[in-house]
């Protein structure tokens, strides 16, 4: 999220004209602001214009009625730009020169100035009060809890994994590592077996190095993002912190694929391991998951506790040696009931388009501590590619991407959310700077309005996390109204309303940054390039490349026999093998004369 909207709460100097007018306070300029071009969608101007949604008429109120006003203007040091949005409106945004609500009110009482106090503020109490418990919760009781959670699952499932058939190779030990991972992250000191050393310090390693997205050792061949385990808000404010941070992101975003067997398998250990562990073990889970589903949300994962049922009515409990996952039959049924059961909303990792024609389906998979479903992220899915596609109109919108497929809607916008919360006037802006103009937005538009209109009061209210959604909504209501003063009933105090509302949706997604689950766009198989891109092709030397994939393969399954190879060098030689198989079939291609397809020539770029 752009910083400078967690700028962008409003305060007031409350000055009187008739019955009150309004002098708000703000890091925008007094000057009618530009769209800033930035995905949490600030306002593109604080005038009405046609076609745009109006709150109102204009300030009726006389300037030359409001008291002090001299001693304001040189406080203030109002231009006449200023002084004329005064007048327009009954308000006017201008710069503040510190940084702190307490300070900006302390300041003004100082210099006997008169203080509104506006909901921003209100709001922003709330969110300190928030991140504060929050960060109590898991200082105090989550990370220890952690450690003491981590340290004995990879005790069990290493014993597990040691009682298992050979057949089955080794994701006894994966899910013995997945823990250690987790184990380390919280304590660097910790010990963990032997064998499960070269997965736990490669994969730690990734996350230290949080370079983007990377093979995961353990979970091979699946990709993780790695540059998400970099600590950010109050994770920051001391080691305890960064290292929960770390490990619950690690627990929140990795996926035992129910696609990729080998995963399957792993799932399905850990369900039935889970089923056998002891009271206190659940306990220690569902202090951290209760408490967190009722500040944030519940996951849209499948968790441990529902699958360890469904492993147990397919399966029953597996015997020691877990042959019963060695029987494609049982693994087709498991596979059934777990994509029966599982209904994930929001794709929160990479998922590439391979059908231009058809939404991709959101993976599903065991997560052990999965992210939170929030419905701000399943708006911003519902209105990004490839739910809504290619650009209709002829400009240049913030929300669009280039790519060899076309300009799609790679980014959603913060107006998105005001938007499918009932703002009107964020519909018009978003309208206005071209970013409605897709395929298929109007109807995902109606479908994200419809999210929020059907929740009933019982919904709103189970989560802290909505009911701050709800609050901010409230702010969103028209108030031209006799009810309200002039400054109120005006289209600026319209847009100074978009603007306290995402500001402080701003710090609601920085408090949860750990635990909400983020939305992505898929994957294009285009390249982003704003030009033309550079012509690209493979020297096509087949019998080269086919041998040299036949020594990448042998050395692997050698060395793997031997048990000489390690898990990162396994993903590398794997890796390898994958790009060696595909500039193959291009140089065949080539030769034969045809034309690279797009993903071809993506891929040799």
């Known amino acids: 999220v752009d910083s400078r909207m967690q700028g962008l709460a409003l305060l007031a100097v409350a000055v009187t004209v008739s019955s009150i007018a309004l002098i708000p306070w703000a890091t925008v300029p007094a000057a009618p602001p530009v769209s800033d071009g930035g995905r949490n969608g600030s306002p593109a101007a604080q005038q009405s214009t046609p076609g745009e949604a109006a709150y109102g008429p204009a300030c009726t109120a006389s300037i030359d009625q409001v008291e002090g006003l001299p001693q304001i203007q040189e406080y203030l040091n109002l231009s006449d730009a200023a002084l004329s949005r005064l007048a327009a409106d009954c308000l006017v945004a201008v710069p503040w020169m510190g940084h702190d609500f307490v300070q900006a009110y302390d300041t003004l009482q100082d210099r006997k100035q008169p203080l509104l106090v506006t909901s921003d503020s209100v709001l922003h109490i709330y969110h300190i009060m928030f ?222 388009n391979r059908d231009p024609d058809a939404p991709e389906p959101v993976p599903t998979g065991l997560r052990f501590m999965g992210q939170r479903f929030v419905l701000d992220s399943a708006v911003f899915q519902s209105l990004v590619f490839d739910r809504v596609t290619g650009y209709l109109g002829g400009g240049e919108p913030f929300t669009g991407v280039a790519t060899q497929e076309g300009v799609v809607r790679g980014f959603p916008r913060g107006l998105d959310l005001l938007d499918a919360m009932g703002s009107d006037l964020a519909h018009a802006i978003l309208e206005q700077e071209g970013d409605t103009d897709y395929t298929h937005f109007d109807a995902q538009h109606a479908a994200a309005r419809s999210l929020f209109e059907n929740l009933t009061d019982e919904q709103w209210n189970s989560t802290a996390y909505l009911q701050w959604l709800r609050s901010l909504q409230a702010g969103l209501e028209d108030f031209n109204s006799s009810q309200y003063p002039a400054f109120m009933r005006g289209d600026a105090y319209g847009h100074e309303k978009l603007n306290t509302a995402l500001g402080s949706w701003t710090a609601l997604r920085r408090d949860t940054i750990l635990y909400a689950k983020p939305s992505s766009a898929i994957w294009t198989t285009g390249v982003f390039l704003p030009t033309k891109p550079p012509a690209a092709y493979v020297e096509p030397v087949v019998d080269l490349y086919e041998r040299l994939d036949g020594l990448v393969n042998s050395t692997r399954e050698r060395l793997a026999a031997m048990g000489a190879l390690g898990p990162a060098w396994e993903s590398r030689l794997t890796w390898t093998g994958w790009m060696l198989d595909n500039i193959t079939s291009i140089s065949r291609d080539e030769l034969a004369g045809a034309n690279l397809t797009g993903d071809q020539l993506e891929y040799v770029r």
């Open 131 to 352: 991140d504060g418990l929050l960060k109590d919760l898991e200082t105090w009781q989550f990370s220890p809890d952690l450690v003491n959670l981590s340290k004995a699952m990879m005790e069990a499932s290493y014993e597990q994994a040691g009682a298992l058939d050979p057949a089955l190779g080794d994701v006894g030990l994966r899910n013995a590592a997945y823990f250690a991972v987790a184990l380390r992250l919280l304590d660097p000191n910790a010990s963990v077996p032997t064998e499960l050393a070269s997965w736990v310090n490669d994969e730690v390693a990734l996350i230290d190095g949080h370079s983007g997205f990377s093979r995961s050792p353990i979970f091979a061949p699946s990709m993780e993002d790695y540059s998400q385990y970099v600590p950010r808000g109050h994770y920051t404010e001391s080691p305890l912190l960064r290292a929960y941070f770390r490990a619950m992101m690690w627990y929140g975003r990795m996926s035992f694929h129910f696609d990729i067997t080998a995963q399957l398998r792993q799932a399905a250990l850990l369900g039935d391991l889970w089923a056998r562990q002891p009271a206190y073990v659940h306990a220690l889970w569902g202090g951290m998951y209760g408490v967190t589903a009722f500040l944030v949300g519940p996951s849209d994962d499948l968790l441990p506790d529902r699958f360890a049922a469904i492993v147990g009515e397919v399966l029953g409990p597996l015997s020691a040696g877990g042959k019963e996952l060695a029987n494609a039959s049982n693994l087709a049924l498991l596979l059934q009931a777990a994509d029966a059961a599982a209904d994930p909303q929001i794709i929160s990792e990479l998922v590439l």
